[in-house]
């Protein structure tokens, strides 16, 4: 049947392909379909002049970049940080949650002739295929379930089609990849890092049950490793890249990618500077600047939010750029090639992170992403790889969830 599904998802993306782009220069160029599984979104999204993406905003992605760069989907991400592990921790990353679900609502009614929703792999190959951008929704860090089970119908009824189980700190679902080591959480791959708890297995369940995709981006190994055993479906890594590669917490090693491949599932490779480069002198160089950044703002601490889409954080960050390159684009395929080469090329993918950190030299934003494909042409995928990479891979495993959840 995975067989079958992957076929008619090729099938399906070559005949879109020839559909919308026959007879234009395109034809040489762009994918079926271009989709981007992580793209954050701020907490005043829609809600400031700024932050309208309707019109030229200082985000990275807005519909404006999308249209021009070829960027046809993107999940936006409901993400909150971690807070205690209370009743008031819960219900404030609840309300979060919320504020982030509403604003990607006033996008799609604000601009229904230009981003329709997509809760089906279907829906967005339909959009592609009328013209339209597609906006899905993804969860990171289901600490924004508050604790309770219910609370994920809730986000599969407001269209969220992942959940990401953990972000940066443990909560209450399983370990993270990043513990808060400062404040005594174990360190990952301790003997304190205890993987899954039996409420992130209940989470595990039900989004099977509901056609949900499980993402393990940020969890820690051990964690990743309960989900393959938990999950009945395949799972995915929204945002990840490989450890072989560069070896940080984040990146997945060489047996976790065999592993969710082995499942089923795909591995979206991330474009974020610190999973593809280490450079030490350019992470204290911006840690510094978002202190001044801060201090000038009449702030005590930093705030990507707030500071983030500042002037002086541009001149600042344009000035470490001098000294401190950030990877290319060709130092992401270098990545996507070994998580091809490793997992398979069907179990491989594309996500950003724009806006959560995200951006290198030749992808800094959404109207750049056709370098992207002009760098894995340079590095000899084919164009029927290409398009599994940039879409084909992750519509299918989105199929394969729903039909398990349908059975």
Same mark, same amino acid.
């Given at each position: 049947m995975r067989t079958m599904l992957r076929r008619l998802a090729c099938l399906t993306a070559l005949a879109l392909s020839g559909h919308v782009l026959a007879g234009t220069a395109l034809a040489q160029v762009d994918p079926p379909i271009t989709l981007d599984t992580h793209v954050d979104i701020p907490f005043t999204y829609m809600h400031e002049s700024r932050f309208d993406v309707g019109k030229a905003t200082p985000l990275l992605v807005d519909l404006g970049k999308m249209e021009?760069?070829?960027?046809n989907a993107a999940f936006f991400v409901i993400w909150v940080p971690q807070h205690k592990l209370d009743a008031a921790g819960y219900a404030k990353a609840v309300q979060q949650a919320e504020e982030k679900y509403d604003a990607i609502d006033d996008m799609l009614m604000?601009?229904?002739?230009?981003?329709?929703?997509?809760?089906?792999?279907?829906q967005a190959l339909a959009n592609r295929k009328a013209g339209l951008l597609s906006a899905m929704i993804g969860v990171e860090n289901a600490y924004s379930?508050?604790?309770?089970?219910h609370r994920l119908d809730a986000a599969y009824d407001r269209g969220a089609r992942y959940v990401g189980l953990v972000h940066v700190g443990n909560n209450d679902l399983c370990t993270s990849s990043l513990p808060d080591t400062e404040h005594g959480e174990r360190a990952m791959n301790s003997p304190g890092d205890h993987g899954m708890s039996d409420f992130g297995r209940a989470v595990v369940k039900r989004a099977n049950a509901l056609g949900i995709m499980v993402d393990i981006s940020h969890a820690?190994?051990?964690?990743?490793?309960?989900?393959?055993?938990?999950?009945?479906?395949?799972?995915i890594a929204s945002h990840s890249g490989a450890r072989a590669v560069l070896d940080h917490p984040r990146n997945l090693?060489?047996?976790?990618?065999r592993a969710i491949a082995a499942k089923g599932g795909v591995i979206q490779? &991330? @474009?974020?500077k610190e999973f593809l480069k280490k450079d030490s002198g350019r992470e204290a160089s911006e840690k510094k600047l978002q202190a001044q950044v801060a201090r000038a703002a009449g702030d005590a601490k930093y705030d990507s939010d707030k500071h983030d889409y500042l002037p002086a954080m541009a001149r600042g960050m344009a000035e470490i750029e001098k000294t401190f390159p950030l990877p290319t684009v060709d130092d992401y395929v270098k990545q996507i090639r070994h998580m091809v080469d &490793? @997992?398979?090329?069907?179990?491989?993918g594309i996500a950003s992170d724009f806006d959560g950190g995200g951006g290198i030299t030749g992808w800094t934003d959404a109207s750049q992403t056709r370098n992207v494909t002009a760098a894995l042409r340079r590095a000899g995928f084919s164009d029927g790889d290409i398009a599994k990479i940039w879409g084909g891979n992750l519509l299918r495993v989105w199929g394969e969830v729903e039909r398990d959840?349908?059975?």
């Open positions: 021009r760069g070829g960027l604000t601009y229904p002739n230009r981003i329709r929703l997509a809760t089906t792999p279907a379930l508050g604790h309770d089970l820690s190994d051990r964690c990743v490793r309960d989900a393959l055993a938990v999950s009945t479906a395949p799972i090693p060489d047996d976790l990618l490779a &991330v @474009a974020y &490793v @997992a398979g090329i069907d179990h491989v959840a349908g059975r």
